[in-house]
């Protein structure tokens, strides 16, 4: 029954090193979202996508890029990464929320395991 | 940033003890809603409160929410071991509803 899966549960890299983090969900959702969770900063949006090929900037891109060519996937790149990108990394979807035309449905998010990334 | 914030970062009880943490954001909310992450893992959708709404009830569960002052607050009643987890609160804004912006948290500890 798993909804939202990270191809990754744990990683070591080096600095410098590029890092691919990808995330899958088959609820045919069409946002999805990066966060990066820290001890004590709770959770932080690195980007988020509403559609094919869309993505917005969250509050914490720098670093950071992402890929969206299809639905069902998005993808985190680390370009080079660094000690500082040492965290865990959190993949979620949701449907797109129209206000004026949904008042049902919720815009609720549907979370993946987490990858912990550790860059030495 | 348009982070929230809760208080306690940490609470510890006694099993059977109720729970109650709070959480205050910055910017005018679509709805507000509460997650819980099991130690290590993802999180979990607990209930979404609206903006129009005060109070909302979901089996132990009780949210309610204060829009003058920005601010809500999460009830576990007769809290068991099993609800040892962090506890977050994550609001969308009224200007773009499909972005979501999460507080730092709530350790809660059940002691059984």
């Known amino acids: 029954d798993v909804k939202v899966t990270q191809s990754s549960r744990y990683l070591v890299k080096r600095t410098g090193e590029k890092v691919f983090l990808e995330c899958v969900q088959d609820m045919d959702h069409e946002n999805m979202f990066w966060y990066r969770q820290d001890p004590g900063l709770g959770l932080r949006l690195i980007y988020f996508?509403?559609?094919?090929?869309?993505?917005e900037k969250g509050d914490i891109p720098e670093g950071y890029s992402v890929s969206r060519e299809k639905k069902e996937r998005f993808s985190l790149i680390l370009e080079s990464a660094s000690t500082n990108q040492t965290s865990m990394y959190l993949c979620a979807s949701s449907r797109y929320f129209v206000r004026d035309k949904d008042t049902s449905g919720a815009n609720v998010l549907t979370f993946g395991a987490g990858s912990r990334l550790t860059v030495l | 940033s348009q982070q929230g914030e809760e208080d306690p970062q940490a609470l510890s009880i006694q099993e059977g003890e109720n729970a109650t943490m709070n959480c205050s954001y910055k910017?005018?909310?679509?709805?507000l809603q509460w997650y819980r992450q099991n130690s290590g893992r993802g999180l979990v959708h607990l209930i979404l409160i609206r903006s129009n709404e005060r109070e909302k009830h979901s089996g132990r569960l009780r949210v309610t929410l204060d829009t003058s002052k920005k601010s809500s607050s999460l009830l576990i009643t007769a809290s068991r071991a099993a609800d040892t987890a962090s506890y977050f609160c994550?609001?969308?804004?009224?200007?773009?509803?499909?972005?979501?912006?999460f507080g730092s948290g709530t350790k809660l500890n059940v002691k059984p």
């Open positions: 910017t005018s909310i679509n709805n």
């Open positions: 996508s509403y559609d094919v090929k869309m993505k």
């Open positions: 994550a609001t969308a804004s009224l200007y773009n509803f499909n972005k979501f912006y």
